[in-house]
């Protein structure tokens, strides 16, 4: 879960890195360099592969239960669409020209990407949180039944011998009944 975590945090800085630079160079009235752009999209295509894997793994484990949480299909929807994007990118990176508004729109769905990582990771984190307060609680519920036992059994004890001591006509001192005198000084 959390090489995950790292992935999209990895995959966030590249989009943001890339932008940034896509934007210094529209400033300059250049395009960016062609060996820098394949190196991202490589690595955005490496990176979405892990996350179709990921997502069919996920879909694996939890089966149509999966489908039942719209954030997940939705951050799937975003990933498949992305990777589905990008090698459509790379098999026309000859192409010097693509249409503007297909860039607008890669560069939009760049930004929602950027928005499901963010939600992703966010969302991962706290399910990775929500497991250690709850493996923590079972500790404490283990500690608190373990208490309950030897009170139990030191209530017992206490019994046994004190009709013990009945039996054999032991006279002991009535604070020894008495709950609200413990502490107390004899």
């Not at 590249?14 to 190196?39: C, D, G, Q, R, S």
């Not at 793994?57 to 239960?65: F, N």
């Not at 990777?83 to 026309?92: E, F, G, K, N």
Request: charged fraction near 20%; include cysteine; charge should be negative.
């Amino acid at each position: 879960m959390m090489v995950v975590i790292v992935l999209v945090i990895v995959d966030i800085c590249l989009i943001l890195v890339e932008l940034f630079l896509e934007l210094a160079y529209m400033k300059k009235n250049n395009h960016m360099p062609e060996e820098i752009t394949m190196t991202f999209l490589l690595l955005s295509i490496s990176i979405l592969i892990i996350f179709v894997v990921e997502i069919i793994m996920r879909i694996y484990a939890m089966g149509l239960a999966y489908f039942t949480h719209l954030l997940e299909v939705f951050d799937g929807t975003v990933i498949i669409v992305s990777l589905i994007l990008d090698l459509v990118t790379l098999s026309q990176s000859g192409l010097e020209v693509m249409a503007a508004d297909m860039i607008i729109l890669f560069r939009l769905w760049r930004v929602t990407r950027l928005f499901t990582g963010f939600i992703s990771s966010l969302k991962r984190q706290a399910a990775i949180k929500s497991m250690e307060i709850e493996e923590k609680k079972k500790d404490l519920e283990n500690q608190i039944e373990q208490s309950n036992t030897n009170c139990r059994r030191q209530k017992e004890r206490i019994d046994y011998l004190t009709n013990l001591l009945k039996d054999n006509h032991i006279v002991f001192q009535e604070w020894f009944e008495d709950p609200t005198f413990i502490g107390q000084e004899l």
